[in-house]
T-cell receptor
Framework: DAGITQSPRHKVTETGTPVTLRCHQT?????MYWYRQDPGHGLRLIHY???????DKGEVSDGYSVSRSKTEDFLLTLESATSSQTSVYFC????????????????FGAGSRLTVL | AQSVTQLDSHVSVSEGTPVLLRCNYSSSYSPSLFWYVQHPNKGLQLLLK??????LVKGINGFEAEFKKSETSFHLTKPSAHMSDAAEYFC??????????FGTGTKLQVIP
């Protein structure tokens, strides 16, 4: 998927355990995003990054934290997983911001399916 | 504020017949609009994008979409459906780098 790798692709965990999902890109894109996809809700933005160590919250950020220590990696952490965080998580990258029309396409990873029991 | 509305949650067509997936947008300025496709258990793949260069946009796999400002629409069409087109399709608009808004999706069923 265009130089984006998500890991793990599938994970089953128990309530209360910490979970970290990794997004790795080889495109050297500045912007990285984490979304979750749930039936009836489409894709919702959790957190995004606009550069190394520059991150901000999306619309459903409660219970999630992120880190970006280098351009190619964007980590999503669930400090204490809950059943409501069972979902499919997608990472996306973008070369430019939204107003840069030539470079504002989002490219998605293959997704990470997380089940919290 | 920006938003997109996909008018149909499910569309069913026969193989070989035309496909029409409808999307209306709301934006206070000229939007960037996209269509993505998601096959089962896969990520989202870009079909096409509108960035004001041309109102009729051609995408991959024979899909195209027309930007109609007077109707605030960006409908996705294909002249002849193929079985491999069965998937979920998302209309997306983007403003600032965090202001990406997804439609709720349209599931396309193709009947043999």
């Amino acid at each position: 998927d265009a130089g984006i790798t998500q890991s793990p692709r599938h994970k089953v965990t128990e309530t209360g355990t910490p979970v970290t999902l990794r997004c790795h890109q080889t495109e050297n894109h500045r912007y990285m995003y984490w979304y979750r996809q749930d039936p009836g809700h489409g894709l919702r933005l959790i957190h995004y990054s606009y550069g190394v160590k520059d991150t901000d919250k999306g619309e459903v950020s409660d219970g999630y934290s992120v880190s970006r220590s280098k351009t190619e990696d964007f980590l999503l952490t669930l400090e204490s997983a809950t059943s409501s965080q069972t979902s499919v998580y997608f990472c996306a990258i973008s070369e430019g911001g939204g107003r840069q029309r030539g470079a504002n396409v989002l490219t998605f990873g293959a997704g990470s399916r997380l089940t919290v029991l | 504020a920006q938003s997109v509305t996909q008018l149909d949650s499910h569309v069913s067509v026969s193989e070989g017949t035309p496909v029409l997936l409808r999307c209306n947008y709301s934006s206070s300025y000229s939007p960037s609009l996209f269509w993505y496709v998601q096959h089962p258990n896969k990520g989202l793949q870009l079909l096409l994008k509108y960035t004001s260069a041309a109102t009729l946009v051609k995408g991959i796999n024979g899909f195209e979409a027309e930007f109609k400002k007077s109707e605030t629409s960006f409908h996705l069409t294909k002249p002849s459906a193929h079985m491999s087109d069965a998937a979920e399709y998302f209309c997306v608009t983007r403003g600032g780098y965090q202001k990406v808004t997804f439609g709720t999706g349209t599931k396309l069923q193709v009947i043999p």
